[in-house]
T-cell receptor, first 113, second 113 residues
């Protein structure tokens, strides 16, 4: 089976600019997650989708971050405007029904300068 | 509030010896635990897991031990190989939380030839 696809792999932007990341989960996986991993730290959940509905976005900085999964398949995560502290790897993961483990994509490394 | 902690940021082991990676958690609602392995520029990949109804799970060279009373788990790799050099993340889940994974900060394992 194909893995979780993410793009772009790398992105460098200036602070106050906008950026968007894309994720295509494993086919049939209803649950999709976006995680932020700052260098030297573990991944931190930003948002969890079940199909096209939001399950948990309590840790998403909603003043600048937004995410959608309109058709319950692929998803986009947007940051507007970006801050220096948003520099991190943004990981998308999906999970099949009845499974505890996630499958992660390779991530998008964002550098805000 | 870090609910999952990996107190050793790095570990160096000689090839052929045992590697022991430790993880502590504080949330008594966690009932499923996983270890992920991460190579540079790749997303984390699932390694091994354990349910709270068990105290040991083994898969080839990898064994995870769970001590619920101490809220502690460990990953043993025997024998260690240079290809095991990576960052290892401990993660925990609670069925009541919709199976969202909470990650520790990671331990970088270096296996020297």
């Amino acid at each position: 089976e194909a893995g979780v696809a993410q793009s772009p792999r790398y992105k460098i932007i200036e602070k106050r600019q906008s950026v968007a990341f894309w994720c295509n989960p494993i086919s049939g996986h209803a649950t999709l997650y976006w995680y932020q991993q700052i260098l030297g730290q573990g991944p931190k959940l930003l948002i969890q989708f079940q199909n096209n509905g939001v399950v948990d976005d309590s840790q998403l900085p909603k003043d600048r971050f937004s995410a959608e999964r309109l058709k319950g398949v692929d998803s986009t995560l947007k940051i507007q405007p970006a801050k220096l502290e948003d520099s991190a790897v943004y990981l998308c993961a999906s999970r099949g029904t009845g499974s505890y483990g996630y499958t992660f994509g390779s991530g998008t490394r964002l550098t805000v300068v | 509030d870090q609910q999952v902690k990996q107190n050793s940021p790095s570990l160096s082991v000689q090839e052929g010896r045992i590697s022991i990676l430790n993880c502590d958690y504080t949330n008594s609602m966690f009932d499923y635990f996983l270890w992920y392995k991460k190579y540079p520029a790749e997303g984390p990949t699932f390694l091994i897991s354990i349910s709270s109804i068990k105290d040991k799970n083994e898969d080839g060279r990898f064994t995870v031990f769970l001590n619920k009373s101490a809220k502690h788990l460990s990953l043993h790799i025997v024998p260690s190989q240079p290809g095991d050099s990576a960052v290892y993340f401990c993660a925990a889940s609670s069925g009541n939380a919709g199976n969202m994974l909470t990650f520790g900060g990671g331990t970088r394992l270096m296996v020297k030839p």
